[in-house]
């Protein structure tokens, strides 16, 4: 198994231009997210999926757009890159199991993409 | 989302030496979830824990969830210079898996 795999490892954009990360795993897992990380604050939920056709928006997902037409694929849009987006981003992905009854699996995380906006 | 606070913010330690990383919430936890970061790579999950009062080891490292599940810690004994790097604490709400993030605790370990 390749895991989760994550396209490009790293991007630089001028201001306005857009771009997809992509996002791919191969072990069937019906939830996939992702997350920005910044400098001392941890991970942040942009959007996630748990299935495909199903997306939702996580903490920020403004700038940012998702769709899920696969199971093993989940890219992310820049619509007009800023550079508030700077960032490395990671896709990570996990069997959705039963939450409500304490049935939580582990989440694997891409090696990330590191972006930069100029 | 669930705020998690991570202690300290960065140590150095001898290598050899014990430490003991904490994350504390508010809230309630449900699935904890302990990750290590080399930097400029991606995380590696090290344990998750879902249960009041779990605890988890894996070689050197070993992680509790006390038993009013809002705190968890995260011990390693004996540290070497690969326990160097970020631990990050997330965790996921009574419902989803969304994991809401630590900021993260740096580990320096000194030869």
């Known amino acids: 198994n390749a895991g989760v795999t994550q396209t490009p490892k790293f991007q630089v954009l001028k201001t306005g231009q857009s771009m997809t990360l992509q996002c791919a795993q191969d072990m069937n897992h019906e939830y996939m997210s992702w997350y920005r990380q910044d400098p001392g604050m941890g991970l942040r939920l942009i959007h996630y999926s748990v299935g495909a056709g199903i997306t939702d928006q996580g903490e920020v997902p403004n700038g940012y757009n998702v769709s899920r037409s696969t199971t093993e694929d989940f890219p992310l849009r820049l619509l007009s890159a800023a550079p508030s987006q700077t960032s490395v981003y990671f896709c990570?992905?996990?069997?959705?199991?039963?939450?409500?009854?304490?049935?939580?699996?582990?989440?694997?995380f891409g090696p990330g993409t590191r972006l930069t906006v100029l | 989302s669930q705020e998690l606070e991570q202690s300290p913010q960065s140590l150095i330690v001898q290598e050899g030496k014990n430490l003991t990383i904490n994350c504390t919430s508010s809230?309630?936890?449900?699935?904890l979830y302990w990750y290590k970061q080399k930097y400029g790579e991606g995380l590696i999950f090290l344990m998750m824990l879902q249960k009041g009062g779990e605890e988890k080891s894996h070689e050197k490292i070993t992680a509790k969830l006390d038993e009013k599940k809002q705190q968890s810690s995260l011990h390693i004994t004996a540290s070497q210079p690969s326990h160097a790097g970020i631990y990050l604490c997330?965790?996921?709400?009574?419902?989803?898996?969304?994991?809401?993030f630590g900021a993260g605790t740096t580990v320096t370990v000194r030869a």
């Open positions: 997330g965790a996921a709400g009574p419902n989803d898996y969304k994991l809401s």
């Open positions: 990570a992905s996990s069997f959705a199991g039963t939450s409500g009854r304490g049935d939580y699996n582990e989440q694997f």
């Open positions: 809230k309630t936890l449900y699935g």
